[in-house]
């Protein structure tokens, strides 16, 4: 097989025999022949393009991997827009909608239902160009996401070419990327035996992954992916969502196993209950069912409301709990010395991750739920938020002793006290050891947000002595570094340019970061804002600090407070010393723009954007965003998995606002 004529044809005969290979093992999960079959195969591919660069093609399996890192992700517009589902919780509202669709089309005509497991993870467009995938874009705001091809053609069970002879010209294919949660334990076991931070959840983990600008990280990682429907398309017809799937089946796209399609809104009703005990089966998160119309002349007649499909609603569960035994009440000393209770528990799986800790408010909290250390508790997971115990399980207690806050400091043993009107319970000792480890654990993720110097770092350079302070960790040299187990050239290196560059972060995350009692992100940049300078707020009166934008008496108090002892105010010169920045930029400053005067809170995840972005495109319209609910909130922005400030808008008799307001009064 000499003529080059032959060896296109070999090479051909190659990229489909591979890619079919490639397919039956990941989509198919039904792999023909083994693994040294297909490396052999695909090392004489390899060889093969080697020696003939004219013969590689965009869908040659050598071309998952091999784009260069890129700087930035580009815009690209959807061709047909995606939408996002209206959710439902009960089977009352589930079967109103049902009757509600009924009603919108003729009373008699039958109408079907499809279910998919509702797979947690971020929604994508593919686009496909005569079978060829070309495109590939996360789903953004729903009419413009970001390009992340490169990304995307790394994922095995992405085909870069169409199965099957009868290729539209063009068509959208929508699905889900996500991380299975074997992958996800693997790679969290990987980033923290690195020594990095490991990642919340499988659907940050895959949202991450798929944003790398190396795509050979994105390679690296386990993702998956699920098709779920079709956008725009030309030169493919479709009359039922059904048929769709059966069609990206076919062609050679994961759809997965457990869509169904019932002809009953009871059957439908039936098989969400079912789904939510069978969740944990599943080697990924879902949070619910989706529930399409199946037929897409009714689908059409229905239309949307806000771009929120009436054909289709999110069944969602309530968030998991599991009951297990507490074995013991810890407590942790934190940055401002407030003494933190959590929960040991016997470990227990809930929604598919295993726990063993859970936070615990304060005292209070814990008697009023009446939880006791021995007693069986029923612990809820909700999203990506810590497990909390949500009370005790059962009349069968076991526990005898009510809960009491030591009297003594764990690790210093200094008498505890307890202000006036405050919950937490504090260790005043400013020199406490466990404040100083905190407050720099704190620094680096935080307020620096210090690359490749993480939590567990900083408890080795706090053991050995290295770094007990600020200023000691601005010292650190490689030197001594490189005396350390696990920190090699390159590293240290890192580790120590990171520390450095870390000096210009602005004024606002140096004061967030002082350690300042209750100066929290927001009332650090509002002080920022304020003052323009540590020395304008250090000389600042109790009165002259309550002018600031949301800060009373009692703050203010503390602040001064910090600020008039010396010890404080030599950190704050030996950090200026060392080069850390002490004066407002002027994007501190309060910009005037349409919402000037107008003041929100945003709470939950948002689904477009993170809430730093939406924080900060409001700010940029002159609106004010704060961390707490009050008389004068204008509104509260509830993303999912919200937390008790709905609560408090509802008390306040403050608007609750959906995201897609948000975007609405971002776009005017
Ligand atoms: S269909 C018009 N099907 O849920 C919207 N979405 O709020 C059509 N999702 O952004 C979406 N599994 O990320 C659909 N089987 C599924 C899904 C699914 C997960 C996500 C998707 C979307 C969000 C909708």
């Avoid at 005509?109 to 995938?133: H, R």
């Amino acid at each position: 097989m000499s003529s080059s004529r032959g060896l296109a044809t070999r090479a051909e005969e190659l990229r489909g025999l591979l890619n079919r290979w490639l397919h039956e093992y990941h989509v198919l999960d039904e792999p023909s022949v083994d693994d040294a079959m297909y490396d052999r195969h695909y090392d004489e591919l390899v060889e093969l393009e080697r020696a003939h660069p004219e013969l590689v093609t965009p869908d040659s399996p050598t071309q998952r991997v091999g784009a260069p890192a890129s700087e930035k992700f580009q815009k690209v517009r959807h061709l047909t827009s995606m939408g996002s589902l209206e959710k439902v919780t009960t089977d009352e509202s589930l079967v109103k909608w049902a009757e509600d669709v009924q009603k919108r089309l003729d009373t008699d005509e039958p109408v079907a239902y499809v279910i998919e497991p509702k797979i947690d993870g971020l929604a994508i467009n593919l686009t496909y160009e005569n079978g060829l995938f070309t495109r590939g874009a996360t789903r953004g705001d729903g009419e413009v996401g970001e390009d992340v091809t490169v990304n995307l053609r790394t994922i095995p069970s992405i085909p870069l070419r169409m199965l099957g002879d009868d290729v539209p010209a063009l068509i959208e294919v929508r699905g889900e990327v996500y991380m299975p949660l074997s992958g996800f334990r693997e790679l969290n076991e990987r980033l923290i035996a690195e020594d990095k931070k490991p990642t919340p959840n499988p659907r940050n983990a895959a949202a991450g992954s798929l944003r790398q600008k190396n795509p050979a990280i994105t390679a690296s990682r386990p993702l998956s992916v699920w098709a779920y429907g079709v956008g725009a398309h030309d030169g493919a017809e479709f009359h039922t969502h059904w048929e769709t799937l059966q069609w990206l089946k076919a062609h050679g796209f994961p759809i997965n196993p457990f869509a169904e399609r019932l002809e009953s809104i009871d059957d439908v009703a039936k098989a969400c209950r079912e789904w939510e005990r069978r969740r944990a089966e599943l080697d990924y998160e879902i949070d619910g069912i989706v529930i399409k119309v199946d037929d897409y002349d009714q689908q059409s007649r229905l239309g949307a409301l806000h771009s929120r499909p009436r054909w289709a609603r999110a069944f969602k569960w309530a968030p998991m709990t599991a009951t297990t035994r507490l074995n013991k009440i810890m407590i942790r000393v934190g940055r401002t010395g407030a003494l933190n209770p959590w929960a040991l528990l016997e470990p227990v799986e809930v929604g598919g991750v295993t726990i063993s800790r859970a936070t615990l408010h304060n005292e209070e909290d814990i008697n009023r739920k009446d939880i006791r250390e021995g007693d069986d508790v029923i612990v809820q997971r909700a999203g990506d938020v810590i497990p909390q115990i949500v009370g005790p399980a059962g009349a069968h207690r076991k526990g005898t002793k009510s809960f009491r806050m030591p009297t003594h400091c764990p690790l210093c043993n200094t008498e505890i006290v307890k202000p006036e009107g405050e919950a937490m319970h504090r260790c005043p000792n400013r020199a406490c050891p466990s404040r100083g480890l905190e407050s720099l654990i704190n620094w680096v993720q935080a307020a620096a947000d210090i690359d490749g110097v993480g939590e567990q770092a900083v408890r080795r350079f706090w053991e050995l002595g290295l770094v007990r302070s600020l200023p000691e960790l601005y010292r650190l040299t490689k030197e001594q570094l490189l005396e350390l187990d696990g920190f090699g050239d390159i590293s240290a290196t890192n580790a120590v340019n990171s520390i450095e560059a870390s000096k210009q972060i602005p004024f606002r995350r140096v004061l967030f970061g002082l350690n300042i009692p209750d100066v929290g992100w927001v009332t650090a940049q509002n002080l920022a804002r304020h003052f323009g300078d540590v020395d304008r707020l250090a000389n600042a009166s109790q009165e002259e600090i309550m002018e600031c934008e949301g800060i009373g008496p009692e703050r203010a108090e503390a602040i001064a407070e910090w600020f008039a002892d010396p010890d404080n105010r030599r950190l704050v010169e030996e950090l200026r010393a060392l080069g850390l920045r002490f004066e407002s930029d002027p994007e501190d400053k309060p910009v005037e723009g349409p919402l000037t005067g107008s003041q929100y809170v945003i709470t939950g995840t948002l689904d477009s954007m993170s809430r730093e972005q939406a924080r900060a495109a409001l700010e940029a319209l002159g609106a004010k965003v704060s961390d707490n609910v009050s008389k004068k909130t204008t509104g509260v922005f509830v993303g999912e998995s919200p937390g008790s400030k709905v609560a408090k808008a509802q008390k306040a008799g403050v608007p609750l606002l959906a995201e897609d307001d948000l975007k609405a009064l971002l776009q005017r």
